[in-house]
């Protein structure tokens, strides 16, 4: 059985459905998997596994009645720890909140069980989701399967290592700041970022919040492509409310990859890229040039300072507000005692955390501004491709973020500088999805992002699955 460990999970569900494997033996497969790996890996941190082999049971029992749960049935996944899941605490890594059992099934949780998954746990994140590593006061840290030395990323980490050490066979992560595409790149599996909104987030927040959070979205993590549309088709769709009036129906890929009409950003002084990164990208882009498609690595939809500056503007509001009382206030306290003639960007993105609603709407005129400056640029282009992150997975660093840096191309940069790669998307509310797309000398892996149109999901996810047929696929680390 050990093809299962690394098995989409379409590939599972058709393979419980054809009745060559049990739900029951095949979530009990997987928890053996756990039981061994997770110890050095700590990426499942919630079990819940009682439950879920009750429920395999039911699912066995269903379709030995004739019964078809759905497109999941029977196949077991874990989600992200900041979901919530009935009976399990949700704290995003918050010492304070660890008291915090959900009361009821976020709305994505209730969809894919409906489609007829089985949730066994939940995997690891950073404090307040906020880091490109993933460790807590309340959980430890967990390791990245190619390397324990390093990180899986953040701030859905937990997610990324799971599966990639084929201890889950499909996972739900949520981004903001390239939290799902993050550790997809350091852990080499398939990550998506959907338009924002698209998938509703209810229940992806800490206790009692109902309000979307601006930027931020939830979205799947896999080891194949077709499982992000997969697990973009059972989460997306208008809420209770929306449904009164609205339908989904999203725009797949028309065109032949040769058709193709793409966009190539490479690098950028903003954040520099290395250039093991940069040659992935570049491996990308030959393979869609191969087919007949056509690549410009020139063309640029938005300035990348202002692009980034108002992201960033936002970003430190939606994190910020975020925030447990008393640490907003030292940050409030930290922000007036700036010197008032310092106009500089830095100046800007500080006190953005603590912005008076008419600064912020100004910051979301000019995210507008942007967006319809991407509109325009998507009516030539189709996709454009990017790195997500500089480098590939990082060693270990839990020094404060102002003592971190990154080593690219042999110097230092700073550590959040790579912001600025995940904020291309996540600032303009664009869909971004991340294959493996290779490795680096050192043998890490490293994935690529397809950024595309709002509500263009489909479109960058069919791509990455005609790039997957050409290689561009999962790779399991060596030694699980």
């Known amino acids: 059985m050990t093809e299962l460990a690394f098995a989409s999970a379409t590939e599972l569900a058709g393979r419980i459905k054809r009745k060559e494997v049990g739900c029951v033996e095949l979530l009990t497969y997987y928890l053996d998997r756990v039981d061994r790996f997770n110890p050095d890996l700590n990426a499942i941190i919630v079990d819940i596994r009682d439950e879920a082999l009750a429920r395999a049971g039911e699912a066995d029992q269903a379709l030995a009645a004739g019964q078809d749960w759905g497109p999941l049935h029977g196949v077991p996944m874990t989600v992200k720890e900041s979901y919530d899941v009935t009976g399990t605490p949700t704290t995003w890594g918050v010492p304070e909140l660890a008291d915090s059992i959900a009361g009821k099934d976020a709305l994505s949780i209730t969809r894919l069980k409906g489609a007829g998954a089985v949730i066994f746990g939940k995997t690891n994140v950073p404090y307040m989701l906020s880091d490109f590593q993933s460790y807590n006061d309340i959980y430890g840290t967990t390791n990245n399967p190619w390397d324990l030395e390093r990180a899986p990323g953040g701030s859905s980490g937990g997610s990324a290592a799971s599966l990639a050490a084929g201890m889950t066979g499909l996972e739900m992560g949520s981004d903001i700041g390239g939290s799902i595409r993050n550790p997809a790149h350091f852990c080499g599996v398939f990550g998506h970022k959907p338009t924002w909104l698209l998938l509703p987030p ?17 979205g799947p993590l896999a080891r194949s492509a077709t499982d992000l549309a997969l697990g973009v088709g059972i989460c997306a769709g208008p809420d209770e409310i929306a449904s009164r009036g609205l339908r989904l129906e999203l725009p797949k890929l028309a065109k032949s990859p040769g058709e193709l009409k793409v966009a190539v950003w490479r690098d950028d002084d903003m954040a520099c890229v290395d250039e093991s990164v940069a040659a992935r990208v570049d491996a990308v882009a030959g393979a869609l040039a191969d087919t007949g498609a056509e690549v410009d690595f020139d063309a640029r939809p938005v300035d990348s300072e202002h692009s980034h500056t108002v992201y960033q503007c936002l970003l430190q509001s939606t994190m910020s507000a975020r925030l447990p ?9 930290r922000v007036e005692a700036m010197d008032p003639g310092d106009t500089s960007r830095g100046a800007a993105v500080q006190r953005s955390q603590v912005a008076r609603f008419r600064e912020w709407t100004a910051n979301n005129e000019q995210r507008t501004q942007l967006r319809w400056q991407w509109h325009d640029f998507f009516e030539r282009f189709d996709v454009l491709v990017a790195p997500i992150m500089s480098t590939s997975a990082i060693p270990h660093d839990h ?54 149109p709002e509500y263009g999901d489909l479109v960058t996810i069919g791509i990455a699955e005609f790039l997957e047929q050409r290689g561009f696929a999962f790779q399991p680390p060596p030694g699980y």
């Open 202 to 218: 209810r229940g992806h927040a800490t206790r009692g919040v109902l309000s979307p959070s601006d930027i931020s979205v939830i």
């Open 399 to 452: 020094r404060p973020f102002a003592d971190r840096t990154l080593t690219v191309n042999g110097k230092e940069e700073p550590y959040f500088n790579q912001v600025f790669w995940a904020g291309l998307a996540s600032g303009a509310y664009l869909p971004a999805t991340v294959i493996p797309a290779g490795q680096d000398d050192h043998g890490l892996p490293i994935g690529v992002q397809i950024i595309g």
């Open 325 to 333: 009382e008393e640490r907003y206030e030292a940050v409030r306290q």
